[in-house]
């Protein structure tokens, strides 16, 4: 199936550029749009094959970079974002936009919402949360430091006390590249990502009653797929995540490398092309699933 990609810049409600590629399949209306929200710190870039594949699906789909990431990086700050300022409400008001674009581009289609890790924990705050028909969640849950895998949870304490205030005042930024951390974030995204993990309600705890009925008001339905070999994500971080979001129909799905005939998926597995008839199918029955239960309803 012919497809192609277009680039877009769409303005942000403060009307900051956000860079978006929309993935279409050329003769024939989509029977859907699909937002793919990224992970903290992951170019829209590393979507791109599923993009594709879920575009040859009939789907209209759209990826973005949030402010000061990937392709949304003002060229003015170059390599650097010492002085760039950003937070995790700036970064939920990019992700707005960019659904509001998807809206305007195909109206009268639903619209879906695949997001991955950071990607699923923000659409609760978004402005037009009444307007998303589904989401599926990827390998996202609660970021409280208890909540981390083992592994992870061994040197979260020093992460966040010992590294993260220092090295963020001292450069103005975060720089997770040169430290083969999550990579470069700007100050106010990481030392606001520092509260939540932090809390242990995460985002709901942190920002307090504001943010908490935001996510309370969600009414579209949530899948959340848990990958059993996570490397950053336990089951109990993804409930906690998944409960933030208390009055939508919600539920997790347990998702094993076996079940894809695989040795590893990890917390960026999924979106590998090798998944394309396993997992990736799974995500799109999951986007059928939910037509197909608003129809009945």
């Known amino acids: 199936m012919n497809q192609h990609v277009t680039l877009h810049q769409v303005e942000s409600a403060d009307g900051t550029a956000i860079a978006v ?21 992951v170019k829209q870039a590393f979507y791109a094959p599923f993009a594709h594949w879920l575009a040859g699906q009939g789907y209209r789909v759209f990826s973005f ?39 305007q581009a195909a109206p009268g289609v639903p619209l879906y919402v695949v997001g991955h890790s950071l990607g699923a924990q923000l659409p609760g705050m978004l402005a037009h949360r009444d307007r998303i028909d589904g989401l599926v969640s990827v390998a996202a849950g609660s970021g409280y430091w208890r909540d981390n895998a083992p592994s992870l949870k061994r040197v979260a304490l ?25 990579g470069d974030l700007p ?16 985002h709901v705890g942190a ?14 339905p949530m899948v959340a797929l ?31 490398p076996a079940d894809a005939s695989a040795r590893r998926i990890g917390h960026f597995g999924l979106f590998r092309d090798q998944f394309q008839s396993t997992l990736w199918a799974r995500v799109a029955a999951l986007l059928q699933g939910f037509h197909m239960n608003k129809e009945i309803a």
């Open 21 to 41: 590629r929309a993935y279409e399949s050329q003769g024939g209306g989509a029977k859907g749009s699909v937002v793919i929200g990224g992970a903290m710190g």
């Open 65 to 103: 970079d949030y402010r000061g990431m990937g392709d949304s990086r003002p060229a003015a700050h170059g390599r650097s974002l010492r002085g760039f300022d950003a937070d995790l409400f700036q970064w939920a008001a990019d992700f707005d936009a960019v659904i509001g674009h998807a809206l």
């Open 158 to 182: 020093y992460f966040w006390y010992v590294l993260v205030p220092p090295v963020t005042a001292l450069f103005g930024y975060f720089p997770g590249k040169r430290l083969r951390k999550v």
């Open 187 to 202: 100050r106010g995204v990481m030392l606001q990502w520092r509260r939540w993990c932090l809390n242990p309600r995460y």
């Open 207 to 220: 920002e307090g009653a504001a943010v908490r009925q935001q996510f309370e008001a969600v009414r579209f």
């Open 226 to 256: 848990s990958i059993t070999d996570d490397e950053l994500m336990t089951e109990r971080g993804t409930q906690v995540l998944v409960d933030c979001y208390a009055n939508a129909p919600r539920r997790i799905e347990r998702v094993a």
